[in-house]
């Protein structure tokens, strides 16, 4: 079973598409233990709630350094039993002793079929902006491992979307963002079906 922790910074419509996936069991082997934000105005937080999920804010700005921060992050992961952590729209950098105590079990999508498109500014409407610039026919999403590097790990399964002739950022995202909807639980389910193979192959 992977025991979920959803982060995110912003509407989580990820979060939702995730949500909705398990209500409607296409989407078995997962729950969400927590919902984690930097920001306390959050969707993602509200829609947590709304769900009678733990949904905690915890930022960087709350702590004196980024140990204390990370430990605090360590120990709500833990008190929740999470096993899995998967970003969704989080705009910050995961602290690398989380990212090192959850190596190979932290998951983000990305708006751009990786791994071009990808790194630091690649965000929101400046991914979008730079495929229409590059004169790219085709982007898409990307559900990728997370490791020290923005966007680096590697990709777990993607999606494709035509570029269109007129495109704009906001039109293009809005493609883009279609497809994750159905990207991120169909790449959780993979994950949890393999590693329930694999656990069962082990007993
Ligand atoms: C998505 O486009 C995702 O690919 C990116 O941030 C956005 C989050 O959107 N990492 P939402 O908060 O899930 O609606």
Sequence with gaps: ????????????SNFRSILAAIDQGTLTGVTIRLVVSN???????????????PALHLSQKQFPDEESFAAAMLSALRERGVNFIALAGYLKRVPSSVVAAYRNR???????LLPRFGGAGMYGLH???????????ASGASVHYV?????RGPVILQK???????DTPESLAARVLTVEHELYPEALSMIAAREAKENAAHT
Aim: a negative charge.
């Design 106 to 112: 932290i998951v983000n999508i990305h708006p751009a």
């Design 127 to 137: 991914v979008h902006e730079a495929v229409i610039a590059a004169g790219e026919k």
């Design 39 to 53: 920001n306390a105005e959050a969707g993602i937080l509200s829609t947590a709630r709304a769900h009678a999920l």
């Design 1 to 12: 079973m992977l025991n979920v922790a959803v982060f995110g910074s912003g509407t989580g």
């Design 160 to 166: 494709t979307v035509p570029v269109l002739p007129g």
């Design 147 to 151: 490791d020290e590097e923005y966007d």
